[in-house]
């Protein structure tokens, strides 16, 4: 299968090393619009060849988006008004509802498959692309009713064969409510927190003796890409911003908890939050 | 040597368990108010008897004080009322100015050795403790002028045979304040999040599935027992309220700035997080 990624960062440049691994492309074709990314993705072989859409389109099976969320809804219809009755597209966005809806009424609707593979690092370009991205993971399949048949069975035959879970969501709207919950909000707790410590605090040097209290679990996030972040939190802006204040309320009751030294309201809310050990062990 | 463990839970289960790895303690004793806790630390060989403090301080060398930071003023004044001149006291408690202040005018003073080894899991109990604890991490000495030479020499030559870096500290203040913004703030902060989708979100089997988005990494903490954290929040409330008010007001300022479509603040505020890298890498 020849594969066209269009965007080879973290993402597009992991999926090329893993379709590689597994023997699913027998080349890999890259657009991109970053010079020092597209040196980067060809020094570390994630593409045979830096192209452009057109020329990638020409020759491609299979078409995958992969680039900031800001950009994909309009570069997504594009790629479909030029597509062929034996490409499939598919998109690796992290936000659903715009897309969905931007390519809704597009005759070629049928030729893309819509999908969030639910993996990340804090790091991101190609350097940070990783051989072992992906598997084990969880990857969501949108309106897959709004799919062909042959596209959706070359998408999830990719999915299942480096190893991840499907599962299938009806709608973007639905699928981005729970990203803001699950990934979102965690990306702009550990943003604060950074900022929290870093206006704060001094001296540095203590800060990094003192690591291993758990600071670095919770801030690690704070790594991540503006490039990435912030076009997601604002395409995803109401949900983000629902989740965001009762986030700030929930902290706002443990702050008074504390400051009326409420033992029983502490406790009660600590047994309370164990109880996420249930979903995430 | 022959040490007493005094509260034999994650901590000082884990305590024991490295000591006797690393061939330093012959016979560990130890001291366990819980029945159910003392029977697992017995099933899991952490420790070879059971005793009072009096049976256990009458044959130690050390005495590790291991307990809950609400008890551990008192404990130490009790066990300092008792210790002789051959005995080595030390603590290890995540909270220290009331501790160090309670036992500042003791006559024994200079046999106890105020520590703070900067290790721990979201577990709890002697059923958590590890044989890998410690290592690699930073072990804290307060007010190393308080204690006597030889007191010092076994305490820190512990620390250093398990794989410790040792840091001094002048005084519980100053640890209580960096504890505050590199331990106590993440914890809050998880717990806190963890009760925002456990709140909002109905659909766990959603959560569940989801999960790989960064979610993991900022809630883990949430299943750390309010056993030890209450007191914690509470013996460091005004530090711990001052990173708190800090912390809210950053979530605020990145609240506005997705309310208000602000991309470039928004960026420039994750530029500036992502320097945080400076101290956690």
């Known amino acids: 299968m ?12 992991s999926f090329a090393l893993v379709l590689r691994k597994h023997g699913i492309a ?9 010079p020092c990314h ?8 994630l593409v045979d060849r830096i192209v452009s859409l057109e020329e990638g389109m020409a020759v491609a099976d299979l078409i995958v988006l992969a680039v900031p969320v800001d950009a994909l809804p309009l570069l997504a219809v594009k790629v479909l008004n030029r597509v062929g009755d034996h490409q499939t597209v598919m998109d690796m966005g992290s936000i659903k509802e715009e897309l969905c809806d931007a390519v809704s009424q597009h005759p070629r609707r049928a030729r893309f498959v819509a999908t969030h593979p639910m993996w990340g690092t804090e790091y991101s370009g190609p350097a940070a692309a990783r051989e072992d991205a992906f598997a084990g993971r969880t990857a969501v399949i949108l309106e897959r009713e709004r799919s062909a048949e042959d596209a959706l069975e070359v998408v999830e035959g990719i999915y299942d064969r480096i190893g991840m879970q499907r599962i299938a969501m009806s709608s973007g709207e639905e699928h981005d409510l729970h990203a ?30 003192l690591a291993g209290g758990g600071f670095e679990s919770t801030v690690r996030l704070a790594k ?10 604002l395409k995803n802006k109401y949900n983000v911003l629902d ?16 400051e009326t030294d409420d033992v029983e309201g502490l406790n009660a ?12 062990d």
Chains 1, 2 share one sequence.
């Open 180 to 209: 803001a919950y699950v990934s979102h909000i965690s990306h702009i707790t550990s943003f604060a927190l950074a900022l929290t410590v870093l206006e704060k605090e001094r001296e540095e040097q203590h800060i990094f003796d």
């Open 269 to 280: 809310a600590m047994h309370r939050a164990n109880s996420i050990q249930r979903i995430i």
């Open 38 to 45: 597209a040196e980067q993705a060809l020094q570390r072989g």
């Open 224 to 233: 991540s890409s503006a490039t990435t972040w912030t076009p997601i939190f």
């Open 243 to 258: 989740v965001l204040r009762e986030h700030i309320h929930q902290l706002q009751i443990l702050r008074k908890m504390i």
């Open 2 to 13: 020849k594969v066209l990624i269009v965007g080879v960062g973290l993402i597009g440049g």
């Open 26 to 34: 027998d080349e890999i074709l890259g657009v991109e619009q970053s």
